[in-house]
């Protein structure tokens, strides 16, 4: 698999300082986005592509403000011009921005319904083609899901974190059925893959920043779901954390890094069943 530097340390590492003014400028930065993409649908230019336009540069931002290094390995993996469903460990508020430099193409995701009731971001996470999910009603949940097969449709990658929220302790938690069902419905592909880095930069529940860190972002072989049916939901599962705990051990087989101008330690991971959603 080939290593790539999407983004380098802007100065050189020092030694790993801390404080809460990079997630200040990263707020400041979702603001900026937020109302830029809103003034674009005002008038009548909302789309995937004036998005993913102001999102190239969004990304880059926040994690410069912490002098933040990301790279990515496998990205061949994604098969060419077919959406997929990007399953990943979620551990940090760091992930989003991770994802959205690693993932070749647009990429959209899944969040908690709670964050599209704040002001203006949550008016642009929704215009924008986020999938907002109401957790605590499991009926709700499913019929909000279906615009993901909307999103996937459009061309556009969908990332789900199959434990439904971030972790607190490292520890892959157990799956929820939703966005199993949905890859089985559409046929599309399951990307695995492992954020690996973000969990020390910005700790969960937690807005202080440490300096200097290093992401990296690894996708695994597709997992075909075409012609899968419901019975063979929870070997799919089983495959897809495997596949998973696997890109959290670090890969194998390697080339050199490179680096690609942008415009440590494995974190723990458990093989516990999956259980229902």
């Known amino acids: 698999m080939t290593r790539t530097i999407l983004l380098d340390h802007r100065q050189p590492p020092q030694h790993r300082r801390a404080d809460r003014w990079p997630a200040a400028k990263a707020i400041a930065y979702t603001l900026d986005i937020s109302l830029r993409f809103l003034a674009d649908v005002a008038v009548g230019r909302g789309s995937i592509d004036s998005a993913e336009r102001l999102i190239a540069g969004y990304w880059p931002r926040v994690l410069r403000a912490g002098n933040a290094r990301l790279s990515v390995v496998g990205r061949e993996h994604f098969p060419s011009g077919q959406p997929c ?67 996937l449709r459009q ?85 897809v954390r495997l596949a998973m705990v696997a890109l959290a051990s670090g890969p194998t087989g390697t080339t050199p890094a490179t680096t690609t101008p942008a415009t440590t330690t494995p974190a723990t991971a458990t093989t516990t069943a999956p259980t229902t959603a």
């Open 85 to 151: 469903v990007v399953m990943s460990n979620h551990a940090s508020l760091l992930d989003i921005p991770a994802l959205m430099g690693a993932v070749p193409g647009p990429v959209r995701m899944v969040t908690k319904q709670e964050l599209t009731r704040v002001p203006i971001w949550g008016q642009a996470l929704v215009a924008s083609g986020f999938i907002a999910l109401d957790r605590k009603d499991r009926g709700k949940a499913i019929a909000q899901l279906e615009k993901a097969k909307t999103i």
């Open 155 to 239: 061309g556009v990658h969908v990332w789900i974190a199959p434990e439904g929220t971030r972790t607190r302790t490292g520890v892959l938690g157990p799956f929820k059925k939703g966005g199993f069902h949905v890859a089985l419905a559409l046929g599309v592909p399951i990307v695995p893959a492992w954020i690996e880095g973000t969990r020390d930069v910005v700790a969960p529940d937690s807005f202080v920043v440490r300096y200097d860190g290093d992401v990296e972002v690894r996708f695994g072989p597709p997992i075909a779901t075409a012609g899968l049916g419901r019975d063979e939901l929870e070997g799919l599962m089983e495959q």
